[in-house]
């Protein structure tokens, strides 16, 4: 899909938002679902590019995007057309056979991010498990058996028990204890205190470009290259945990290359499968230390989502596809800036298509609520921040609906707000 084509097929998209969606029975009941994430009443049925349409035939705006994991939108033709002629040809061979779907995407991710060997995996928590495995195996062999590693507080590495111990949100503390030991949290952005944080014991430091769930907070150019000065320094790994910022979500294939460093071993999920299971574990130099039977999985690398994922990322390294990325990003920066401004609201971060908007107050929740009402959807990472992770193939018009629809979120809010101090 060329840049012409993406244009054309965007359009077409927005050209069809109107049509009348399939309506489903309503009455079906939540009940027997273990309690997880709040999920608001919708129940969506259909989804095309930038919209999605629940069981009433509404439409709604989607600035989320499964948590950025539609890099393509809902149902692209490109997926479709992958996952459907691969599943009539071969779904799972069994993760202990070669197929030519792995070999073709382990091959892609390592001549276009210059990394030695790809993993293929389900989720990006596992690609994180992945990146904590190989870090102390190559510990033992390296470091004399160093196992430690320091990650940032504010920290989402994944909900997987490795990955959970690794992060460093708050509400994570409280939670299954004891936690795996061997991690240990120092402050984001904060150069000395990972120099003082590093011991004997340290064998890799592992952070994300931008902390996404800590309310879209990039790393400074200075800090990220202090780390790896410092990684270089005293002999151990950086890991870079791209799952959210990989894949061309902040207008480059890898966040990395936005900062100019380069890390030891970097792990991608989310938008490498397009809305499939799919991450990737990528190693470089010694960090290839990984032998037979240390990583494995019954999914792994299976041809179905091997398809689904060699089809975004030749669509994602297709000319034009992340200036469109970069272009589509600054418009939609300019936008929130321009409303937090008129609404008294806060900074605006990120980066590409990943962007954070801090509000005046804790109104996250509220605003995404109100949002809802005028069928805008977006996510709340923190109580006074709104995330936003569209499509990487989102139009200039959508982004354009999007600020119309905030801004009346916006309104709602301020007027019930105003409501609730005169009663």
């Known amino acids: 899909m060329n840049l012409f084509n993406l244009r054309r097929n ?7 938002v109107t049509e009348p969606a399939p309506v489903e029975p309503q009455g079906l009941s939540s009940a027997c679902l273990m309690p997880s994430v709040e999920r608001p009443l919708q129940q969506f049925v259909r989804g095309q590019g930038s919209w999605l349409w629940d069981s009433t035939g509404r439409a709604y705006l989607d600035f989320t995007q499964g948590g950025a994991v539609n890099s393509l939108g809902h149902s692209p033709n490109v997926l479709v057309k992958a996952l459907a002629s691969q599943a009539q040809a071969l779904i799972n061979p069994g993760a202990g056979f070669h197929h030519r779907g792995l070999l073709r995407l382990s ?31 190559w510990g033992q ?29 708050a509400e994570f503390e409280a939670l299954f204890e004891p936690k795996l030991p061997g991690f240990c949290k120092v402050p984001f952005n904060d150069l000395p205190a990972l120099h003082a944080a590093v011991d004997s014991r340290t064998v890799a430091i592992m952070l994300e470009p931008i902390q996404g769930a800590a309310g879209v907070i990039p790393a400074t150019a200075h800090y990220l290259k202090g780390v ?25 294939l890898l966040a990395e290359e936005t900062y100019g460093v380069r890390a030891d ?14 991450a990737a574990l990528l ?25 689904a994922g060699l089809a975004v990322l030749q669509t994602v390294l297709e000319p034009g596809f992340i200036d469109h990325v970069q272009d589509a990003g600054r418009h939609m ?19 590409g298509l990943l962007w954070g908007l801090n509000l005046a107050d804790d109104s996250a929740a509220e605003v995404v609520g109100a949002a809802l009402q005028e069928g805008l959807l977006l996510n709340a990472p923190q109580p006074d921040c709104l995330r936003f992770s569209p499509a990487l193939t ?8 999007m600020l119309l629809r905030l801004a009346r979120a916006f309104a709602r809010v301020r007027t019930a707000q105003l409501q609730r101090s005169l009663d």
Do not use: W
Not at 146 to 169: D, M, P, V
């Open 10 to 16: 965007t359009a077409a998209l927005e050209s069809s």
């Open 107 to 137: 091959n892609l991710l390592c001549e276009r991010t210059g990394s030695d060997q790809a993993y293929l995996l389900n989720s990006g928590s596992e690609a994180c498990e992945g990146a904590i495995k190989l870090a102390r195996k």
């Open 141 to 169: 062999l390296h470091r004399n058996g160093a196992y430690r590693i320091i990650t940032a507080s504010q920290s989402c590495h994944g909900r997987s028990f490795g990955a959970l111990s690794a992060s460093g949100k």
């Open 228 to 252: 790896e000065r410092l990684c270089r320094e005293l002999g151990i790994l950086l890991i870079l945990d791209e799952v959210q910022t990989g894949v061309g979500r902040c207008g480059a």
């Open 265 to 278: 071993i970097v792990t991608l999920g989310k938008g490498l499968g397009g809305g499939v299971p799919l």
């Open 283 to 307: 190693a470089r130099g010694s960090a290839c230390c990984s032998e037979p039977g240390e990583l494995d999985g019954s999914h792994h690398g299976n041809a179905l989502m091997s398809a």
């Open 333 to 351: 920066r300019d936008g929130l800036s321009r409303l937090s401004g008129r609404y008294q609201q806060g900074e605006v971060r990120g980066q």
């Open 394 to 401: 989102v139009s200039k018009g959508n982004i354009d609906e």
